[in-house]
């Protein structure tokens, strides 16, 4: 794959043929700190399989809220009919809508009863979009509308559902950048650097 003429940084890995080669993450790889997930979920393949296609991208840029030690997260304040699967157990879904436009797609994170998500930002697509396909998914909105998600994808099991992430081979330390969060205001309690992304993908969002 190529992005304005320069290969992807991980384009020996990003064989089409070979995106759904990995297993299905499984419950154990959420349930950890939501710092540790939204690591290991770079460079792992986000897949929706629906009647019409089967739809793979690579992740590249991630967020991670902490639930209720976190004032930038939608949990902070405790469980509400919006963020229940924030609450969930585990490997489920959690999509918002926002600025009356964008849809944004989270995966619930830590032990069942702990708030915790890691907000996909950034992606590669790989197979399914169809014959004009984009050439990233950088940011949130464009990442769920490339998808076709909508808050009807919310509290799906990524596990067992037709939405779920494959393993693929871990990004190396050195591909892999860190900084604040994106569209949060300078307090030292939300500026924290909680946004990872790999380091010269075309999918990850210029801000």
Same mark, same amino acid.
């Given at each position: ?12 890995a990003a064989d089409p043929r070979r995106a759904r080669s990995g297993k299905r ?8 700190p939501t710092l540790k997930v939204a690591r290991d979920l770079l460079g792992k ?12 991208? *690579?992740?590249? %840029?991630?967020?991670?809220?902490? #639930?209720?030690?976190? +004032?930038?997260?939608? &949990?902070?304040? @405790? ?41 996909? *930002?950034?992606? %590669?697509?790989?197979?399914?979009? #169809?014959?004009?396909? +984009?050439?990233?998914? &950088?940011?949130? @909105? ?8 909508t808050t009807k994808h919310t509290n799906l099991d990524l596990v067992r559902s ?46």
């Open positions: 794959m190529t992005v304005s003429g320069t290969p992807s940084i991980l384009a020996k993450l499984t419950r154990d790889f959420y349930a950890r393949i986000l897949v929706l399989e629906t009647a019409d296609a089967t739809k793979t991208a *690579r992740i590249v %840029e991630v967020e991670a809220y902490l #639930g209720g030690r976190d +004032p930038a997260s939608h &949990a902070y304040r @405790g469980p509400t009919p919006r963020t229940a699967p924030m609450f969930g157990p585990p490997g489920r879904s959690y999509v918002y809508f926002v600025y009356g436009m964008y849809y944004c797609l989270n995966v619930v994170t830590e032990s069942d009863g702990v708030a915790g998500a890691v907000l996909l *930002r950034g992606a %590669e697509p790989l197979t399914g979009f #169809g014959e004009i396909a +984009p050439r990233a998914l &950088a940011g949130p @909105g464009k990442l769920a509308r490339a998808f076709g998600l037709s939405l779920t992430i494959r393993d693929a081979p871990r990004v190396t330390a050195s591909r892999v950048a860190r900084s604040a969060r994106v569209g949060l205001n300078e307090h030292a309690t939300t500026n924290k650097p909680w946004r990872l992304y790999v380091r010269g993908s075309a999918g990850v969002s210029r801000t």
